[in-house]
């Protein structure tokens, strides 16, 4: 079998680096037929191109890294599989790839992957009125204080990329909850008009709001439970304060009496348009930071189907 393996070196502080020197050794043993590419997202097109004649493709990074593959892979033939190095590694823990059990070595990746289960996973395209390109996702998509956290984050590993350079992924979640620390302060959303097909919802002036593909969340929470990349349907929490994000991240607290960690849950749709938003505002998907410049309207449908390796 023919694996084209794309790594970003940046990914998880220096495991990117390292995987990269790792897989071209397997590259020449006559166990593996294995292509090693760099990613450079610049000639990602091109790049992505060379690799569909190949039997299976395996993306080595984390969740903003997959998310960049989406625009060249949706709809398409060729099974993909995630070697997981980012920090929260969302994806990669609902497709049950970090449990125990799962796949250490990349040799032992390469063989999971030769053998493993095939699923179609529902990938979401998000336009706003005022843009004229849309953006695809497959995790999540929020507004409010996940974007402003990530902005934060950004702009520190920028300015501190020894930290993730010297303690890996313990480094980038230091930077995180600094991050975190210095997003308190940000404005509450808009008052915000959700519709779709049999529900609208009036949201007044609420800390976040996260429409979720999948549940799992920040690496280690859980965001709506009836979330699923399988079902087409896509969900919404809505978040009105801080106390909410606790529930997300440790969900037994949603049992709590008198549902103070426990976010407004709205059931699945297969679209919704979302009215109200006001720029300037930082929003996130799949873990990478934008800002909307102006007031907008957002619209949310399934744009198509990524096959992907999995163990479910």
Same mark, same amino acid.
């Given at each position: 079998m023919r694996f084209c393996c794309f790594v970003n070196p940046r990914s998880g502080g220096k495991k990117g680096e390292v995987l990269i020197?790792?897989? %071209?050794?397997? /590259?020449?043993? *006559?166990?593996?037929?294995? !292509?090693v590419v760099e990613i450079d997202f610049?000639?990602?097109?091109?790049?992505? %191109?060379?690799?569909?004649?190949?039997?299976?493709?395996?993306? /080595?990074?984390?969740?903003?890294?997959?998310?960049g593959f989406l625009p060249f892979l949706t709809n398409s033939q060729i099974p993909v599989g995630l070697l997981p190095l980012g920090t929260g590694n969302d994806l990669a823990r609902e497709l049950r790839l970090l #449990?125990?059990?799962? *796949?250490? !070595? *990349?040799e032992d990746w390469?063989?999971?992957? /030769?053998?493993? *289960?095939?699923? #179609?996973?529902?990938?979401?395209k998000a336009q706003f009125k005022n843009e004229l390109e849309p953006f695809l996702f497959i995790n999540y998509l929020s507004f409010g204080y996940d974007g402003e956290v990530l902005s934060h984050f950004e702009s520190l590993r920028s300015r501190f990329g020894w930290v993730p350079r010297l303690f890996g992924k313990h480094g980038n979640r230091l930077l995180y909850l600094v991050a975190g620390t210095k997003a308190l302060l940000h404005p509450r959303l808009p008052e915000l008009t959700l519709q779709a097909d049999s529900q609208t919802r009036h949201l007044a002036e609420h800390r976040s709001i996260l429409f979720s593909n999948i549940s799992s969340v920040m690496g280690i929470g859980s965001s709506h439970l009836e979330s699923s990349p399988y079902d087409g349907k896509l969900e919404c929490s809505a978040l009105p304060g801080f106390s909410q994000y606790f529930g997300l991240i440790a969900p037994s607290l949603r049992s709590f009496p008198g549902g103070f960690f426990e976010p407004r849950c709205f059931f699945g749709e297969s679209k919704w348009?979302? @009215?109200?938003?006001?720029?300037?505002?930082?929003?996130?998907?799949?873990? !990478? @930071?934008?800002k909307l410049a102006e007031s907008s309207t957002l619209t949310l449908c399934p744009a198509g189907t990524v096959r992907m390796c999995c163990d479910v």
């Open positions: 020197r790792h897989l %071209k050794d397997l /590259a020449r043993s *006559p166990r593996f037929h294995c !292509e610049q000639f990602l097109a091109h790049q992505v %191109k060379n690799a569909l004649s190949f039997d299976r493709i395996v993306i /080595a990074g984390g969740d903003g890294t997959f998310s #449990e125990q059990g799962a *796949p250490r !070595e *990349p390469l063989s999971f992957y /030769a053998s493993a *289960p095939i699923r #179609e996973l529902t990938v979401w348009r979302v @009215a109200g938003f006001s720029g300037p505002l930082w929003y996130q998907y799949d873990g !990478e @930071a934008r």
